[in-house]
Nanobody
Framework: QVQLVESGGGLVQAGGSLRLSCAASGRTFSKYDMGWFRQTPGKEREFVATISGSGSSTDYADSVKGRFTISRDNAKNTVYLQMNSLKPDDTAVYYC???????????????WGQGTQVTVSS
């Protein structure tokens, strides 16, 4: 079992930055691909970014490329999402997820956090 706890959300003005963190329990953190997803009311949850278990491979949604950076620290069992140049359209609940493979991660995920709200004001 892996438990995921997100933190770092909040209210920020457009153009500002936030860093989300996701702390994972368990001793197998490095075996999981990790990802960030987001959801707004009335819409399906959407992919934001993923990172491989070793951290050597990352992938981003087109809407956040060049603005967001995903990283992980396997010694601390934590994955991060650095969000810069935030836009009102980035407002959503952001979820951290873990998957045994990237395909599992982006299709259904093995484990999910409870989410953290990010609100970007114009």
């Amino acid at each position: 079992q892996v438990q995921l706890v997100e933190s770092g959300g909040g209210l920020v003005q457009a153009g500002g930055s936030l860093r989300l963190s996701c702390a994972a329990s368990g001793r197998t953190f490095s075996k999981y691909d990790m990802g960030w997803f987001r959801q707004t009311p009335g819409k399906e949850r959407e992919f934001v970014a993923t990172i491989s278990g070793s951290g050597s491979s990352t992938d981003y949604a087109d809407s956040v490329k060049g603005r967001f950076t995903i990283s992980r620290d396997n010694a601390k069992n934590t994955v991060y999402l650095q969000m810069n140049s935030l836009k009102p359209d980035d407002t959503a609940v952001y979820y951290c997820a873990a998957g045994r493979t990237r395909i599992i991660l982006i299709t259904k995920g093995d484990y999910w956090g409870q989410g953290t709200q990010v609100t970007v004001s114009s």
